[in-house]
């Protein structure tokens, strides 16, 4: 059985069907693309292994690392001629990604090479767009760095393949939709909120809630059990581990093998 939690491979053929009305369900024509990773658990690992191996739109709906690695890309803004480049495929990437899609709660220690933020934003925009109705949250110190963060979310929205913007379409071209947030025509809502009022976590309900640069966030703690009472689903914390409530937390962490996830 393959599945969003197994290690991602890169694309042996790149070639996609065009976006056609011909190719918004799959080859078995049982499943519509649009709502394909909200029902894997439930098909059976027979027609999964099939669904995987016969058709090429299937591996980047149901497996976001392989849908970052082969089907959208990134924008590095130091690069003014050549701005958007593929994701970086690093080994430590695999578990990072296994934790996630197996825990509720990830706190990840990070540096700035690690593009900790990017792939942040690369799991959540592709569950988002994957998983409609559903509503993710970044969080962050200001106003400003939350807005970068879900720029990086419309930014792998926007230079991901056509095809998958035709399955997952926008409410409206992002151009027009507001800075703060961006939503998907069947419901995906992505928002940035400034870290000061941790309870309007709660009143947002979230499905997915990632708060960045934790430890820079004077009440990020507050807002980390704000987002625990309010049972959001999924909460990634990702922080440099300067000294604060986030290295409070992670500080007794002892190390284990990853084999299991690489």
């Known amino acids: 059985m393959t599945s969003n939690s197994e290690q991602p491979t890169m694309q042996e053929d790149s ?6 009305d011909t190719t918004q369900q799959t080859e078995e024509r049982k499943y519509e693309y649009r709502t394909l990773a909200s029902q894997w658990s439930s098909i059976e690992p027979e ?22 690695w082969n089907h959208t ?28 899609v197996r825990e ?3 706190f990840v220690e990070k540096s700035r090479t690690m593009l900790a933020s990017w792939w942040a934003a690369g799991e959540t925009t592709h569950f988002g767009m994957t998983h409609q109705p559903s509503t993710t949250v970044y969080w962050a110190q200001d106003e400003d760095r939350a807005v970068a963060l879900l720029n990086y979310s419309k930014t792998l929205y926007g230079q991901q393949d056509d095809i998958f913007k035709t399955i997952f379409p926008l409410k409206r071209p992002l151009d027009q939709q507001a800075e ?8 995906g809502i992505f928002m940035a ?10 009143s947002l309900h979230p499905t997915q809630l ?11 703690g507050e807002a980390f059990d704000v987002a625990i009472s309010s049972r959001v689903p999924k909460v990634l914390v990702i922080s440099s581990a300067a000294p604060s409530w986030f290295r409070r937390l992670t500080k007794d962490a002892r190390p284990i093998s990853l084999d299991k996830y690489l």
């Open 180 to 187: 703060k947030e961006w939503s998907l025509k069947d419901g």
């Open 104 to 106: 509720p709660f990830l």
């Open 47 to 68: 027609t999964q292994d099939a669904l995987w191996t016969s058709d090429p739109l299937v591996p980047p709906i149901i497996n976001s690392l392989y849908w970052m």
């Open 73 to 100: 890309k990134t924008r590095d803004d130091q690069d003014q001629n050549h701005p958007y480049k593929p994701y970086p495929v690093r080994e430590y990437l695999k578990a990072l990604h296994a934790v996630w």
């Open 15 to 20: 070639s996609v069907p065009l976006a056609t």
């Open 210 to 220: 990632v708060i960045d640069e934790a430890c820079f966030i004077e009440n990020g």
């Open 193 to 202: 909120l400034p870290g000061k009022d941790p309870d309007k976590i709660r």
